[in-house]
């Protein structure tokens, strides 16, 4: 270990050469990100005097005046090579070991066979980053690829032979935000707006009970969000959770927070009601209503005048179907009329009712357990149906309503109050004037 001193910003420019999306890295995180740059810049500066075919040129300015730092970094063994690339599409490990000078039949043999190593074959997707550090005589000395979260698996060698482990990187963390304008969908909005997919995935689940994403958006609805993103071992940003977010929807105001105060926190709207448990409006992520809930209509199958007691939701067959909130299954079978059915039993005298279904999610049984989002089964047109589509219902104390009427609980039993609520005011109130402000620059922007 080596003790080497650098000046910040000369590393922040050196990050920018590396990566143009990282525009402004909060000056309170300087120190965090010097930190977590020494060991890249370590790396970086095996690729000064090693001969390389990677296409990945790297300028380095190394600093020695104007010290404001002082980290300890990780040194390669005397005399070896650090490069890093990533998988390419029809990569085999053997080929991007062989593209980072790696030739080492003991190596792959270790990977191959290894449970921990092995991974590394099944998680091979192009983009994925791999560094590894060799001898000249193109030996593998160890070996660094992406676990979960922002876990790294770690294979080196050893007096007689490899070991592999993962390690757990203390990541950098950012706080990003964004905002967007729907044009034709939110998820090309989010895209244009730089917003990675997980983290609209997350926007979608959060503004679910409010909105229907595929029916209910206009052109011009906006929104905004704050979300947390590390800097993983590999010099890239790995989203994480969203802290905020807003979403405007023909002219309503939609915002939620996350509050980390309640037990593995939560999201909440800002005057501390809570979303979590709520019902969500649709078990189908996409899908249009395509007969209403009526006291009485002409049934097409049955040829009379019948209450329809739920709503029909049009799909293709095989659309997954998840459940509305936390739940216990109280029937998955057959059901006359229903064909293949599930009824789940939800808090506070509600129960759901999915027909229909083509399939049930695998090992769906009752007396189980699920949770909001759960997959449950999937579309189909199982029993007295002219086309694949869900039918939904929503029964309260046994009664069937509209489950898209006003007597659809929004909110469960997690809102705060008297003490707790007054914590989460004051903790949420920072993160809340951030999304204003994200708001502003939206509207200046588009106007
Ligand atoms: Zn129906």
Do not use: C
Request: no cysteine; hydrophobic share 40%; charged share 15%.
């Amino acid at each position: 270990m080596t003790s080497i001193k650098y000046k910040v910003h000369a590393l922040k420019r050196w990050i920018l050469t590396q990566n143009p999306n990282i525009d402004a890295i909060d000056a309170r995180y300087s120190g965090k990100v010097a930190t977590v740059l020494m060991l890249v810049f370590g790396v970086a500066t095996a690729f000064g005097i090693t001969p390389t075919t990677s296409d990945r040129s790297v300028p380095l300015v190394p600093v020695i005046e104007d010290i404001t730092q002082n980290v300890v970094v990780p040194t390669p063994t005397p005399g070896s090579y650090v490069q890093q690339d990533q998988v390419r599409s029809g990569d085999t490990l053997a080929a991007l070991l062989f593209r980072l000078g790696v030739s080492d039949q003991p190596a792959l043999d270790f990977i191959s066979t290894d449970p921990k190593a092995r991974v590394i074959y099944q998680r091979m997707a192009p983009g994925k980053p791999i560094r590894v550090e060799r001898d000249a005589n193109g030996s593998l000395l160890s070996l660094r690829f992406p676990d979960k979260e922002n876990g790294t698996l770690v294979v080196a060698r050893t007096s007689d032979g490899f070991n592999a482990s993962v390690v757990q990187i203390g990541a950098l963390h950012r706080v990003i935000q964004a905002s967007g304008t729907v044009q034709s969908s939110f998820f090309a909005a989010a895209d244009s707006a730089g917003i990675p997919d997980s983290v609209s995935h997350q926007m979608t689940q959060l503004f679910s009970t409010d909105l229907d994403f595929h029916n209910d958006l206009r052109a011009g609805d906006t929104f905004s969000v704050v979300y947390e993103s590390a800097q993983n071992d590999f010099d890239q940003l790995v989203p994480g959770r969203i802290l905020a977010a807003e979403f405007v929807n023909k002219g309503s105001v939609f915002r939620r927070v996350y509050y980390a105060g309640t037990e593995g926190g939560d999201y909440y709207t800002p005057d501390g009601h809570g979303s979590h448990s709520s019902f969500l409006r649709s078990p189908i992520e996409f899908s249009r209503v395509t007969s209403g809930f009526t006291a009485a209509r002409f049934h097409p199958i049955l040829k009379t005048w019948r209450a329809h007691k739920g709503i029909d939701l049009a799909a293709p067959s095989g659309t997954p179907i998840v459940s509305v909130a936390n739940a216990t299954v109280t029937f998955a079978g057959w059901r006359n009329g229903y064909g293949n059915m599930i009824e789940l039993h939800h808090a506070n005298g509600i129960d759901t009712v999915y027909g229909h279904l083509s399939a049930f999610a695998n090992g769906l049984h009752s007396g189980e357990k699920i949770r909001q989002g759960d997959v449950i089964g999937f579309v189909g047109m199982t029993g007295w149906a002219t086309g694949p589509h869900l039918h939904y219902e929503f029964k309260i104390n046994g009664v069937q309503h509209d489950p898209l009427g006003p007597e659809v609980p929004r909110y469960a039993s997690t809102d705060l109050t008297g003490h707790a609520r007054g914590h989460f005011l004051t903790a949420t109130a920072p993160l809340l004037q951030q999304l204003d402000a994200v708001r502003g620059t939206a509207l200046a922007r588009f106007e």
